[in-house]
């Protein structure tokens, strides 16, 4: 009877108990032609992923139940309708459809079977998305609208009220949305990105679909962005999510985090998005503290933001180690706008900066604004092309603190 068994190809033990998730790996057999799809995507590109520098103990993303707890993703909201699960890295080309237009039966029974079901269900999920996020990424590239538009192609025609619902830090590195050139502040670059896109043709169409990305700006490696570069980022995802058409765009930073682990591989490395940091540079009796502007505020705004604190507490302990003779502060902004609007933002930063340097026991002897009189980083545009990092680079605030000899 086993010989029989084994060789039937039915499976003796291919049982929802031996095998509770393979529900995950059937057709869209019972589900109507225009049955409503959800899309999950997780980014498993190796700035998403912890590397050899990463120390086990340290907080990483965790992917898994980051997409898990994005709005409708419960396991009831998923029930009747499609399920399609694929991890994204560099193009288009190498998103893989783990899991393809799974019908999520709705499930049927006491509550107390009920929860049973989505319990296991959504182990099950958790599980696909686990393997997915921690695979060997195809490219050492990062490619979301790649993802988006892999997305779309899977969609296909017709009834487009679909979900799709994306886990990544956000950091394309390759197409018209490269950002290794910008400077995480001000709008106009966002605007120019959406606009290099559309005419590149890179936008996929996602009219109707709702889109969620989570996780943004949480990479697993590499520094930090401050709050204004995060807010940044959101709005730029946010920007590009509308072009598409899509019903609705919610795009979050927040991302449910786990320990990297002790079983780390050194994993492909990809060219670096890096964010603007601040700087020191002696020259003489003067050493000079750069704020880049997008660490300490958001666009034109003058209050330092909550993230702000924490880089003036390491500039004010570093200026108290280089026991000055004098400290003295100046705002600067780029090119665009008026002398006079530059001058009053400048010269307001500058003060804000004064006043918290001061709340941590520094004395300021000047703090004033030079608009782009002394920029910092030049040209800011070649051939009549804005280079919005350049700009971004003058948009700065210095510390510059007089030593002894």
Not at 186 to 212: F, Q
Not at 221 to 231: I, K, L, V
Not at 282 to 305: H, K, M
Request: hydrophobic residues 35%; proline residues 5%; aromatic residues 4%.
């Amino acid at each position: 009877m086993a010989a029989v068994v084994a060789g039937s190809g039915c499976g003796a033990f291919d049982t929802p108990q031996a095998r509770p998730c393979a529900w995950l790996d059937r057709s869209s057999d019972g589900a109507a032609d225009n049955q409503q799809r959800t899309i999950m995507l997780v980014d498993r590109s190796p700035s998403a992923q912890p590397d050899k520098n990463t120390s086990p103990g340290d907080r990483v993303p965790d992917w898994a139940t980051t997409l898990l707890a994005a709005k409708g993703l419960a396991m009831p909201a998923l029930e009747g309708r499609l399920l399609s699960v694929a991890g994204f890295d560099g193009t288009r080309a190498t998103v893989d459809w783990e899991v393809d237009r799974t019908f999520v039966t709705p499930v049927k029974g006491s509550d107390t079977l009920n929860k049973d079901r989505r319990s296991g269900r959504r182990g099950c999920v958790e599980q696909r998305l686990r393997e997915l996020s921690a695979g060997e990424p195809s490219t050492d590239r990062t490619d979301v609208l790649g993802a988006l538009a892999a997305a779309d192609d899977h969609l296909g025609p017709g009834d487009r009220r679909n979900r799709i619902v994306v886990a990544t830090d956000g950091l394309t590195n390759t197409g018209c949305a490269d950002l290794r050139s910008v400077g995480f502040d001000g709008s106009d670059e966002i605007k120019a990105t959406v606009e290099r896109c559309r005419k590149a043709g890179e936008l996929p169409d996602l009219t109707g679909a709702e889109v969620n990305l989570v996780g943004i700006g949480r990479a697993a490696r590499g520094e930090a962005p401050s709050s204004p570069q995060t807010a940044w980022l959101a709005t730029f995802w946010s920007q590009l999510c509308e072009a598409t058409g899509a019903s609705s765009c919610e795009v979050a930073a927040t991302a449910r985090v786990r320990e990297a682990g002790s079983h780390i591989e050194a994993g492909k490395t990809e060219p670096e998005v890096t964010f603007p940091a601040v700087s020191e540079r002696p020259a003489g009796q003067v050493t000079t503290i750069t704020l880049p502007g997008s660490v300490l505020f958001a666009t034109d705004r003058v209050e330092l933001s909550p993230s702000a604190q924490s880089t003036l507490d390491e500039a004010a302990r570093r200026i108290k180690d280089l026991d000055p003779v004098s400290v003295a502060v100046s705002g600067h902004t780029d090119s665009r706008g008026s002398e006079r609007r530059g001058k009053e933002l400048s010269l307001a930063r500058a003060r804000s900066v004064q006043a918290a340097l001061a709340e941590r026991g520094i004395t300021v002897v000047s703090s004033r604004g030079y608009s782009n009189d002394r920029p910092s980083c030049t040209p800011e545009y070649h051939d009549g092309v804005p280079d919005y990092a350049a700009m971004a680079c003058n948009r700065r605030v210095e510390i510059a603190v007089t030593v002894r000899r």
